[in-house]
């Protein structure tokens, strides 16, 4: 990691000095940020840095500070207090700490001692209040241009963040199987969680999103949270990750046991499969919503083969009857973020390219490009609240609701892999280990 990361540093560098030319900024402060209070509660949200701030380096915890100028080694401020009720380990001797000035102060105040906003200083992070109390000015918190420069690069991943993904999408899939097991051994949605979490050898607080761990209806609930006991299930739809340094996994599986309708059995299998196909169209140059409008069409094939559409491919997308059945976007950014920034960045400066109005719910609009990481996540889920709008009226006619009707308590299918965009194609980060 160490050679890795010495790349990864000087690439950060060489975008961190032509954005600051580019904006006409002479530095940037970038602040690990202030914890988030519950209101009236003396307790804190589960602390995530700022992305800013982990892209530079894969340090936790709140109020570091670094601060960043062109042709200058980078002052890393390291907020270290001396405190009895939480763990303060000390810092050891990370494979990073040697590009960095290091100092280390015991509060959030002392660390802004150690920064001299000299010229015109910019500052990201979420406690701008004390980064104006120290001397930043309003119209430099948060900069936007300066802010989508440093987005639009993150796109692109370097060896060291590749590195980290690989890792992350491997300790993800133990989760996986692990939870696997618990399911076919008729483990509640709890159970599987736990089984899940323990895969991963990773305490729950530093998983990257909550599980979603649906057992047969659940699974239509595309962002389920619940964790039933008591409940054994036909179906199993699980999406979960783990992190590594800092980086994300995001990956989901569907599987199917004795008492699973044959015909939803089926449909598992098909996404599955059209799913490695979308997989395939990952290449440099192709737009990334292409391989959403794919999706639909292949929803609408599978849909058609089973009998629920009688519309098929891109006729049955074409009517608005593959939406209900696969109501999200087909993929996202993935890296620091779970949902990393710049999806529809127009380009390094900044500005939206939205979604096809028919698509809102798609995070990426750009072209796919070389050293990209992204989720590809088809799904076709049976949510009553989006069928019911067809049930009656002029698209009624192409769907079977009878069958329908007996596929709504398995619920729903989604397989998500994370890919790496290569020179000529893609890598499977996540496909190769579950
Ligand atoms: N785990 C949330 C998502 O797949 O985007
Ligand atoms: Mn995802
Ligand atoms: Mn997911």
Sequence with gaps: MKDLYAEHFKAR???????????????LVIGAGAPMRYFADDQDAVFRSTPHFNHWLPLEGPHHLLW????????LVRVAPEDYWYEQAPLGDPFWASHFDLREVPGPTEAWNEVDPEGRTAYIGND???AVENGIEQACLNPE?????????????SAYEVAHLEIAAELGARGHVAAKASFEAGGSELEIHRAFVQGTGSPESDLPYPTIVGLDEKGAILHYTGKRTGIEGRVLLIDAGARSGGYCSDITRTWTRAGCDPIFAEMVKGVDRFQLELCDMVRPGIPYPDIHIAAHVKVGELLHELGVLKLAGEDAMEAGVTTPFLPHGVGHFLGIQVHDIGGHQRDPKGGSQPPPDAHPYLRTTRQIEEHEVFTIEPGIYMIEMLLREHRSGKTAAHFDWSLIDQLIPFGGVRIEDDVLVTGNGHRNLSRVHV
């Design 13 to 27: 560098q060489s975008d961190l000095d032509a954005a600051l030319e580019a904006t006409g900024f002479d530095a």
């Design 68 to 75: 960043l100028r062109s042709g200058k080694k980078p002052v």
């Design 128 to 130: 701008g209040l004390r």
């Design 145 to 157: 241009e300066l802010t989508a420069r440093l987005d639009w690069n993150r796109a692109y991943k």
